[in-house]
């Protein structure tokens, strides 16, 4: 089964660049990688997805190594406004192994601090 | 702009009672998600439907129920709600051709069943 491990929690600084790093050691060949933000009380929110190599809009950047087991988040000079729970997500068969889905995995609690 | 609405912010039920969260999307997405979320547990998903009066179970349907009658809304049905079912219940939609594409939440139904 496809699935995601992030860390648990970071602490970054007003002003720093923050690289939040998903591992997804069994991704499926035609797999997207695709990162969410949530503030409390809030659904999640898309940030940025890709394939491969790098990708880059205007809120962050998603770096894809070639054999695509892992993906790095990059946030350029976080604010206050950043802290947020950030989610990878890579596909996976269903329960009843049908359809192709989505599975979110347990997030990185981001704090940026004064 | 797309927007998910779902029925309740904030839902009380009883031990027993038969709970009905709705959820409506105004995008003519096909696939629609129900998701629950517990604390350090992430976004898990119940139940997918990637169109209408169609249904796949995901990583934890048990307990729960769904319908699709209509393409742009999604009922979760507790048929017997117990404690344990508390929790924070998010849906989402997409459009159809690849669950990948980048879903859109409401704000979520925060359960207390006592």
């Known amino acids: 089964l496809a699935k995601t491990t992030q860390p648990i929690s970071m602490d970054s600084y007003e002003g720093q660049e923050v690289n939040i790093t998903c591992s997804h050691n069994?991704?499926?060949?035609?797999?997207?990688i695709t990162w969410y933000q949530q503030f409390p009380s809030q659904g999640p929110r898309f940030i940025i997805q890709?394939?491969?190599t790098k990708v880059t809009n205007e809120v962050a950047s998603l770096f894809i190594p070639a054999d695509r087991k892992s993906s790095t988040l990059s946030l350029p000079r976080v604010s206050l406004s950043d802290t947020a729970v950030y989610y990878c997500?890579?596909?996976?068969?269903?329960?009843?192994?049908?359809?192709?889905?989505?599975?979110f995995g347990r997030g990185t609690s981001l704090i940026v601090h004064p | 702009d797309v927007k998910v609405t779902q029925s309740s912010r904030y839902l009380v039920k009883r031990t027993g009672e038969k709970v009905f969260l709705e959820c409506v999307q105004d995008?003519?997405?096909?696939?629609m998600f129900w998701y629950r979320q517990d604390p350090g547990l992430g976004l898990r998903l119940i139940y997918f439907?990637?169109?209408?009066?169609?249904?796949e179970k995901g990583d934890i349907p048990e307990g729960y129920s769904v319908s699709r009658e209509k393409k742009e809304r999604f009922s979760l049905i507790l048929e017997s709600a117990s404690t344990n079912q508390t929790s924070m219940y998010l849906c989402?939609?997409?459009?159809?051709?690849?669950?990948?594409?980048?879903?859109?939440f409401g704000p979520g139904t925060r359960l207390t069943v006592t």
């Open positions: 997500l890579v596909g996976d068969f269903g329960a009843s192994g049908g359809s192709y889905i989505p599975t």
């Open positions: 069994n991704i499926a060949t035609n797999d997207y």
């Open positions: 890709g394939y491969k």
């Open positions: 995008m003519d997405h096909e696939n």
């Open positions: 439907s990637y169109d209408v009066k169609m249904k």
């Open positions: 989402a939609s997409n459009k159809g051709g690849l669950a990948v594409y980048e879903q859109y």
